[in-house]
């Protein structure tokens, strides 16, 4: 087995991810932020949970004897 040499120290980001992420979220925010996402959202519901089911964890290990119990709970902010 060979000793790794050079490359990224573990848990660093890399540069090209880092600087993609930067970009979206300098556009997101050009194009007006949370506030056109909101106006998207109302218009786009479908699409917009759709998107937003894929922040939801999908494995979770547990090595208890209880079930896991996940509740989601969506809160209205009047849009």
Do not use: C
């Not at 992420?21 to 917009?48: C, P, Q, S, Y």
């Not at 964890?57 to 969506?74: E, F, K, T, Y």
Request: glycine content about 8%.
């Amino acid at each position: 087995m060979t000793t790794k040499r050079g490359g990224r120290k573990a848990g660093t980001p890399n540069k090209a991810t880092a600087l993609a992420k930067d970009n979206i979220l300098a556009v997101f925010n050009r194009i007006g932020g949370t506030a056109a996402m909101a106006e998207w959202a109302i218009e786009n519901k479908t699409e917009f949970y759709r998107l937003y089911s894929k922040l939801i964890p999908v494995d979770m290990n547990h090595s208890g004897s209880a079930p896991i119990q996940l509740i989601i709970q969506a809160k209205d902010e009047g849009l």
